[in-house]
């Protein structure tokens, strides 16, 4: 007779990776649709309210599947940090749209300007950092593997370098690249890896 304990954090494991799933991919959407597609303000402010957490669930449901053989500390600090992340992007973002809606974008000092620019260095910073720290839990992960380890390594560490070198310019307006939608594509493909996984997680966790 199967242990209804068992059973259960099973239940509630798969229903976490699901979840997580479904917040990544409004995550991967709302960021480029918000920052690049300067839709109404109300669809802004509605898009950028619902990236943080959304990026905090994906990545809980991501946690849960890099640790159903085993939790991994890289995993929770991953977690924390993109959490974190999450919420600065939202600060930098309402701060920007606030400034910009009250006055005017050709009325912004740079003084005003050189603000948000610190808190997206700060974002650049934690969501970098939470990405390694993720990629290394993939390593050895049977769902994921060395492409998903040496792609995230690169682009985490790759966007912190850049910002921190260009600090406080964005190393697109340096002459340098922009890693920020490589890292975007980076967890779209990480999401549509985890929903690929489903059937593996089932039967993972039933075996156990």
């Known amino acids: ?28 959407f709302a960021y480029p649709l918000a920052v690049f597609s300067h839709p109404p303000k109300l669809v802004t402010v509605a898009l950028i309210a619902c990236f943080g957490p ?23 600090i991953g977690l924390l940090l993109n959490a974190l992340g999450g919420a600065l992007f939202c600060v ?36 970098g950092l939470g990405t390694v720290c993720f990629a290394l839990a993939m390593l050895r992960h049977p ?31 340096a002459g340098l690249v922009d890693l920020g939608p490589a890292l975007g594509l980076w967890y779209f493909v990480v999401t549509i890896q985890m929903w690929r996984s489903m059937s593996w997680l089932r039967q993972h966790v039933s075996a156990d």
């Open 1 to 28: 007779m199967a242990d209804p304990n068992l059973t259960c954090r099973a239940s509630k494991t798969v229903l976490s990776v699901q979840l997580g799933i479904v917040a990544g991919f409004v995550a991967c």
């Open 54 to 76: 959304a990026l905090a669930i994906a990545c809980y449901g991501l946690r849960q599947l890099l640790d159903c053989e085993g939790a991994k500390i890289s995993t929770s």
């Open 92 to 127: 930098m973002a309402f701060v920007q749209l606030a400034v910009v809606y009250s006055t005017g974008a050709e009325k912004v000092s740079p003084p005003i300007v050189s603000i948000w620019l610190g808190l997206d260095v700060a974002w650049d910073a934690y969501i």
């Open 143 to 173: 769902q994921f593997g060395l492409l998903f380890f040496i792609l995230g390594v690169a682009i985490g560490a790759g966007l912190l370098a850049l910002h921190l070198w260009t600090f406080p310019t964005p190393p697109q307006s």
